[in-house]
């Protein structure tokens, strides 16, 4: 097709019936890209977080403070909390937008208000990052069926997103929204670009539709038909080759985008005037295109090249259609990446729990009144990554680190630079660090973890001199690299800046870093809006009595504990505290006597004097360190060599342990199989017998069993039993409750006592459901019962007959129970209810089934399970209550799970 050709479209009714126009876009890869304008290249202002005119060393020192700041933190956090691919990318790339007015951080500061009374998040879904696909289309590339559906789909979800915050504006009349809806309004959302992208092409299977043109829907009309009779020629034929023999099943298939059919190389004269396309890699097989064939082939591959490139004209039209609204797209997308980080913003907020900043001179009728006199006032703010910290610990039930300590910041108007003193380890830099984040995040519209109403002015730069720059690649030591960053930060700092400065004149001789600093300052008291620095020198804190512009503040130090509470002390001067903390630590007290006295004589007129005798004895102090560390380093070495050969051993005892345990569960596993084994062939020949048998040899047949099964425990039982020491065995008396040993019983048998004779020194012991009489000098006690006074039968009589609170029914009943002679307690499939895994209900109706089923004077087994012990308690309930259930007794150490119950 021609640049001439005409090119129609069906479009909806909603745009119009027909619609005709000029081919303006012709695909062509030799195409050079076309030139974009000068507002096509420029950056949006809503993602500059740097002044335009910025030169390249504030560009540099801009970027070395927000790294010292930790800045790439808080966005990377921030990243978390956006929705689209586009606000992920920019906060972990660190381009979250940052105000380069304070007009433009007070509109963001009112995003993210509106942004944390949302009371539903916004919908983002289906807003995809198009620039690179926008990018290719100003290119001049022709778009894909699947690009041009997403940049549809992506500008109609954001038509999607506006329309929702929209309808939640109209439910909110007081405008809390506006700031959030003022973003995408009045924006152009391109809807007819979007209507004719979703009527010509279809997003589910990526193709293009045949109502896109009346050209392509009559060819794949023609195609349609020209496809059926072809295939209606080569399947007659292959049906008639297969008749024939001259294949193994009719076969149409397609060879060199050529219908053909598939023929035995021997029987090729059956297609007579064929072309053959190709074989089959063993020759066997021949493609062959009859000859009524090659003129529908002909046609075919014809029309199937037009509708090529009718489909790859529509595609070019749409191309350039996204082409020439190139502009409209990215700002469209730049708006919705704008609502997007407005959103994070408000999400971050409710996380941490964040205040909104006010900036200095605001006219809020909110601001209190007591903070008029300071230009930052600040309550209870805590560090925002040390608070992530802590959050994000609670949140994943790890161990919680502890809550930064909040600070409260109070600056007064007038002051200039404050100096910061204390020791060290005391938040000296953690509360310039805070002051320097906070400010940046208010700039960036952020709030900030803090109490009440915070006001901090507004800073054009945030210049920080924090952290080591020694650099060997620039021969830089670490006062070189102090003074070089100062070096910069003197030259780009403007009325509006906040200067950070940590350890000012450190690395140096100190008279001269003091003369240094001193200078620096009051240089800077008069370029900067507020300068924040930390020192040792004593000296920078008494600027504060000769220049109204200076101001002092302490980390306050427990000199109780000897500890800091990492609290700011306004107006204070601190001291460094280093004597105190080298006598907390255990530092020899003859040294820090001998430091105390170099304290007094190190006074500023003496210091000269004493300089030299100072460096003599350093220098020994390092002699003294060095032969020190040699030591310390040949013991470490030692230390090394023995903890490998520990290590060595242990590994192999850990390996020898697992392989012990290994062949020792083998083996129980093994005897477990065969007592299991062992155990049924006694029960199915009991329940043999026991149908052969009649009610008077119940008994003969349960000695039998349960001697057989005593045998088999007594197999397989421990040799090996712990006897009490507390008592020796030749004055041993037992009592009712103990376990015993018996001799002849079993090698690791144990039984319990249950009954004392006092005639023959004997007594009752009972195995499980067995029951002996033994001598006293045939057991040995293995461990003491809950009994402690040993009670025989004659006692027990004796008290069964005097005992007054005995009814007479219950005596009678008593009676009635001896005499009466119930089955065999040994249990069997036949007296057993199985009810685990049942409902209670289901339970319940099963039991009361296999009562009334039971036989007079019966035994039956109720399997209750242990579980959740609804079902057990079901059961009992069933049992204490049923008429016909005479006794029952609870679950044993022998049978666990299951309560005997005696029907009568």
């Known amino acids: ?58 560009r540099q020192i801009r970027i070395e403070t927000e790294s010292a700041l930790e800045w790439g933190g808080v966005c990377a956090r921030l990243a978390d909390f956006a929705a689209t691919a586009a606000g992920r990318a920019a906060c972990a790339g660190g381009r979250v937008p940052v105000g380069r007015s304070r007009e433009e951080s007070e509109r963001l500061i009112d995003q993210t208000a509106a942004a944390v009374l949302l009371p539903t998040p916004l919908d983002f879904g289906g807003v995809d990052d198009v620039s690179a696909v926008v990018a290719a289309a100003a290119a001049g590339r022709t778009l894909a069926v699947r690009e041009l559906c997403l940049v549809g789909r992506s500008i109609r979800a954001v038509h999607a997103v506006f329309d929702q915050l929209k309808r939640l504006a109209d439910e909110m009349p007081d405008g809390r929204y506006s700031s959030l809806v003022d973003i995408l309004q009045g924006c152009d959302f391109l809807t007819e670009l979007v209507q004719r992208i979703e009527f010509c092409l279809d997003s589910t299977l990526s193709l293009v539709l045949d109502r896109a043109s009346k050209k392509l829907e009559t060819i794949r009309r023609e195609r349609k038909r020209n496809i059926e009779m072809l295939e209606s020629l080569l399947k007659g034929t292959a049906a008639r080759i297969f008749q024939a023999g001259g294949i193994d099943s009719p076969l149409v298939t397609k060879r060199r985008s050529r219908m053909c059919v598939g023929v035995k190389a021997s029987h090729k004269h059956l297609v007579p005037g064929g072309i053959v396309l190709s074989s089959s890699g063993s020759g066997a097989t021949y493609f062959v295109e009859p000859r009524d064939a090659v003129e529908l082939n002909n046609r075919e591959v014809k029309l199937s090249g037009d509708e090529r490139a009718e489909e790859l004209a529509i595609l070019g039209f749409l191309t350039s259609m996204i082409a020439d609204s190139q502009l409209k797209i990215r700002n469209l997308m730049e708006k919705v990446l704008e609502l997007d980080l407005a959103c994070a913003r408000g999400s971050y907020a409710l996380w941490i729990n964040g205040v909104k900043p006010t900036f200095c001179g605001s006219n809020s009728s909110s601001q209190s009144d007591q903070c008029t006199d300071y230009s930052v006032y600040i309550e209870g703010i805590r560090h925002p990554l040390l608070l992530e910290q802590s959050l994000m610990a609670e949140e994943s039930a790890t161990e919680a680190s502890e809550m930064p300590v909040p600070l409260d910041m109070s600056v007064k108007k007038d002051a200039r630079i404050v100096v910061i003193s204390g020791p060290n380890t005391g938040g000296k830099t953690a509360t310039m660090k805070t002051l320097g984040l906070s400010s940046l995040m208010s700039k960036a519209g952020m709030f900030f973890p803090a109490k009440g109403r915070p006001k901090i002015p507004w800073f054009d730069q945030i210049l920080a001199d924090i952290g080591d720059h020694q650099s060997l690649e620039h021969s830089l030591s670490t006062f070189s690299g102090h003074i070089s960053r100062l070096r910069k930060i003197v030259e780009v700092v403007s009325n509006d800046s906040l200067v950070l400065i940590d350890e000012i004149g450190s690395g140096t001789d100190p008279s001269e870093g003091v003369a240094l600093s001193t200078s620096i300052l009051k240089y800077l008291a008069s370029k900067v809006h507020l300068a924040i620095v930390t020192t040792h020198y004593a000296d920078l804190s008494r600027l504060q009595s000769i220049d109204s512009r200076f101001e002092n503040a302490a980390m306050e130090f427990c000199l109780k504990t000897l500890q800091p509470t990492y609290r700011i002390l306004w107006g204070s001067t601190g001291n460094s505290n280093a004597l105190s903390i080298a006598k907390s630590i255990g530092f020899d007290q003859k040294v820090l006597d001998r430091a105390q006295e170099w304290v007094e004589k190190l006074l500023p007129d003496k210091q000269k004097e004493r300089q030299g005798f100072l460096y003599d004895s350093l220098l020994d102090e390092r002699n003294l360190l060095e032969s ?72 003969s047949l349960l000695r039998k069993a349960e001697a057989a099964t005593a045998s088999v425990v007594a197999a397989h039982q421990p040799n090996e039993l712990t006897f009490n020491d507390d008592e020796t065995q030749s004055s041993f008396v ?25 005639e023959d020194e004997s007594c009752l012991v009972q195995y499980g459901k067995i029951k002996a009489r033994v001598k006293r000098n045939k057991i040995k006690l293995v461990q003491r019962g809950t009994n402690t006074e040993p009670i025989t039968s004659s006692s027990v009589k004796a008290k069964g007959r005097t005992s007054k609170q005995r009814s007479a029914a219950a005596e009678a009943k008593q009676s009635q129970d001896e005499n009466v002679s119930f089955g065999p307690v040994f249990q069997t499939s036949k007296n057993t209810v199985d009810l685990r895994g049942k409902r209670v209900s289901e339970a319940s109706y099963q039991l009361q089934m296999a009562i009334d089923a039971c036989r007079p004077y019966q035994v039956l087994f109720v399997v209750h399970g242990m579980g959740t012990g609804a079902v057990k308690d079901c059961a009992i309930d069933i049992l204490r209550n049923h008429p016909r259930v005479a006794k029952f007794e609870d679950e044993s150490p022998l049978n666990y799970g299951c309560t005997v119950a005696y029907i009568q």
């Open 1 to 58: 097709m021609d640049a001439t050709a005409m090119l129609t479209l069906l479009l909806p009714v909603t745009i119009c019936s027909r619609v005709s126009f000029r081919m303006r876009f012709v695909h062509n890869p030799c195409r050079q890209p076309r030139r974009l304008t000068a507002a096509a290249t420029v950056t949006s202002n809503n993602l500059s977080s740097h002044p335009l005119s910025e030169t390249p060393e504030a």
């Open 734 to 758: 037992p009592q009712i409750g103990d376990r015993v040993y018996v001799q002849g019983l079993g090698g690791g048998t144990t039984a319990t006592v249950v009954e004392i004779f006092g």
């Open 628 to 699: 020190q560390a040699e030591e310390a380093a040949s013991v470490l070495s030692q230390v090394e060599g023995l903890y490998n050969e520990i290590r060595l051993e242990a590994d192999d005892l850990e390996s020898r342990v697992t392989a012990l345990r290994t062949r020792e569960t083998q083996k129980v596993q093994q005897e477990l199989k065969v007592v299991k084994s062992e155990m049924d062939t006694i029960i199915k020949k009991f329940e043999a017998q026991l149908k052969n048998s009649k009610l008077e040899q119940y008994n």
